[in-house]
């Protein structure tokens, strides 16, 4: 049985399909993106199905500028740091954007760690 956390945003498999969506949409109408790169463990999953829904290669290393970086959520900027050379960063989530204050936590994860 899953607990439920009242410090956990929770997003769920609908609210990921259509976030995905929008990230895709977006992608699709800059035509120097060419590839979906995600950021590994938890970029992984957001960027195969964006990578679908935008119909682009997903590739496993970013492919200069031409690359979308996907992360599942902007936080700190640490990761988003890591990627400063590349123009094209994605996340699900922004944090800062959104004012979540919240921790994240998406449909894919099963407990607390």
């Known amino acids: 049985m899953e607990k439920k956390h009242k410090n956990i945003k929770h997003i769920g498999f609908e609210e990921f399909q259509i976030r995905c969506q929008d ?9 120097n993106i060419k590839y979906i790169f995600g950021v590994p463990k938890a970029g992984l999953i957001p960027a195969v199905q964006i990578a679908y829904m935008a ?17 599942d959520c902007l936080d700190s900027g640490a990761t988003r740091h890591s990627f400063a050379n590349f123009p ?4 699900l989530i922004d944090k800062q954007f ?6 994240v936590r998406f449909w894919w994860i099963k407990d607390d760690a």
Not at 88 to 91: I, R, V
Not at 98 to 103: D, G, Q, S, Y
């Open 55 to 71: 119909g682009l290669p997903l590739t496993f290393a970013p492919n200069g500028h031409n690359t979308a970086i996907i992360d």
């Open 98 to 103: 959104e004012k979540v204050t919240k921790w």
């Open 23 to 31: 990230l895709a949409n977006e992608i699709s109408t800059n035509k």
């Open 88 to 91: 094209y960063f994605f996340p």
